[in-house]
């Protein structure tokens, strides 16, 4: 009798088993459409106001009747988009070489040479990511200004160094590749030595080739911080001479008024170089996070 009510309870355990996994998988699944339904949405508001009439606009319709393309224009023309679009991509490629420079030779010297005070001062590089970046925004401006130390020029304001230098190192992007960086197999090192290698040729021809991964994570982060930032180019710049294109974007706001159409398809202007770059890197990407572990 044991035998057969044990039998009997496998059976029932068998049979139900499979209905309540497929109702887990369906409220995760539901969780899941929610979410990406919030995340989504408010894209696809901007995209659909884009292409929409004033008058649409005005009236909350959720899709246009007929698309109109020539906003894009329209908002190119108005806001001057050309000229913002060019300093961003002039900002953005100068604190991205900048950024590599730094963030490569640091992370090599944290994670392959060992030297004294190396773990007490990578502790110091690791305490900055905790300090909010509003705490360094005066301190930042003084420094461009002249305040604190001479410059050449006497001050950076309205200069193309005032928008990249301070960004051109970033203790996340070292603290990244540094991680990647000590977990490179000691016997490659051992052999480049026995080839005559110093440090800088074994990074430059076996370190970075297979690091391109987190290389791409950290060109991706950097990119999309450059690309998007705001509050620093508009305390650093009074004129439009270096006005990089969110602020551009945010005089157009302001003197746009509530021309809704145009404001959202300059709006889709400036994350469009976004989407491209994260689409054609999303696989680096995801491989240089999925591969940078946490060894000490």
Known sequence: MDNTAAINTTKVKKKSSPLSHFF????????????????????????????????????RQLLPKV???????????????S???????????????????????AGYAFGRID???????????????????????????????????????GTWINTYWALTVPFMANAFSIFLLRQF????????????????????????????????????TVLLFGFTASWNAFQWPLLVTTRDTWRPLMVGLYGFVQEAGPYTHWLMAGAVITIIPILVVYFLTQKQFTQGIATTGLKG
């Open 24 to 59: 887990g998988r369906a409220i995760l699944y539901l969780i899941l459409l929610v979410g990406a339904v919030i995340f989504i949405f408010p894209f696809f508001w901007m995209i659909s106001n884009s292409l929409m009439s004033l008058g649409e606009t005005i009236t």
């Open 67 to 81: 698309p109109q393309w020539i906003n894009y224009k329209e908002a190119w023309e108005q806001a001057n988009f």
């Open 83 to 105: 000229k913002y679009f060019v300093n961003s991509v002039l900002v953005t490629l100068g604190t991205l070489a900048g950024l590599l420079l730094t963030s490569i030779l």
């Open 115 to 153: 030297f004294k005070g190396k773990n007490f001062l990578f502790g110091i590089f690791l305490a900055t990511m905790m300090i909010p970046e509003s705490v360094t925004l005066i301190p930042n401006y003084l420094l461009i200004r002249g305040t604190i130390i001479p410059l050449p020029g």
């Open 181 to 216: 960086f000590a977990q490179i197999p000691k016997e490659l090192w051992d052999a480049a030595r026995i080839d005559g290698c110093d440090h800088m040729r074994f990074l430059i021809q076996v370190v970075m080739p297979i690091s391109k991964a987190p290389i791409m």
